[in-house]
T-cell receptor, first 114, second 112 residues
Framework: DGGITQSPKYLFRKEGQNVTLSCEQN?????MYWYRQDPGQGLRLIYY???????QKGDIAEGYSVSREKKESFPLTVTSAQKNPTAFYLC?????????????FGPGTRLTVL | DAKTTQPTSMDCAEGRAANLPCNHS???????VYWYRQIHSQGPQYIIH???NNETNEMASLIITEDRKSSTLILPHATLRDTAVYYC?????????????FGGGTRLMVKP
């Protein structure tokens, strides 16, 4: 089955701890994205990567870090510097060729910081 | 990217057509209209996109006005499973990174 997986679905952490959210895709897509969603709100872009070993900050990158060492993986680390990390985190990917290609989203990880 | 305006919420009776409007009065010539939907606690799902002609696929129809300042997403026979938040997004082909800018969307409630 081709698709995007995010694990775990629910994640709990203590305040002050760093936590890494997993995002894997087997769609052979070049571009990958991380979004954050707060209750009742739309999605906000955290980071994106158009190719391996390259990534760019989105609108709300402060307190987050990413890596893109492999095409299929784009993990997001929520650091202790992120002031309000509790949110629903969504990963997406798309083929880079073709500017009109749709984004495919993973099922999301709901992070709760206690 | 052009800003979009959508109603916060709408109701629709099961089996009837759901017509979801979107205003994008500042859209420019090379910007496309995209629609995604998000069922509760899931990732958004692509529905349809268009430039100026009306588009139809197995999920929905997209009607874009001649001046392109507004559009309507039509779900011809809404089911309970169509209850979701629907996002209208305008994006140009030259946008760096080709990311999507999501607003608040329209919360569609399909009722029996």
């Amino acid at each position: 089955d081709g698709g995007i997986t995010q694990s775990p679905k629910y994640l709990f952490r203590k305040e002050g701890q760093n936590v890494t959210l997993s995002c894997e895709q087997n769609l052979n897509h070049d571009a990958m994205y991380w979004y954050r969603q707060d209750p009742g709100q739309g999605l906000r872009l955290i980071y994106y990567s158009q190719i391996v070993n390259d990534f760019q900050k989105g609108d709300i990158a402060e307190g987050y870090s990413v890596s893109r060492e492999k095409k299929e993986s784009f993990p997001l680390t929520v650091t202790s510097a992120q002031k309000n990390p509790t949110a629903f985190y969504l990963c997406a990917s798309r083929p880079s060729s073709g500017a009109l290609n749709e984004q495919f989203f993973g099922p999301g990880t709901r992070l709760t910081v206690l | 990217d052009a800003k979009t305006t959508q109603p916060t919420s709408m109701d629709c009776a099961e089996g009837r057509a759901a017509n979801l409007p979107c205003n994008h009065s500042t859209i420019s010539g090379n910007e496309y209209v995209y629609w995604y939907r998000q069922i509760h606690s899931q990732g958004p799902q692509y529905i349809i996109h268009g430039l100026k002609n009306n588009e139809t696929n197995e999920m929905a129809s997209l009607i874009i006005t001649e001046d392109r300042k507004s559009s309507t997403l039509i779900l011809p026979h809404a089911t309970l499973r169509d209850t979701a938040v629907y996002y209208c997004i305008v994006r140009g082909t030259r946008h760096a990174g080709n990311m999507l800018t999501f607003g608040g969307g329209t919360r569609l409630m399909v009722k029996p």
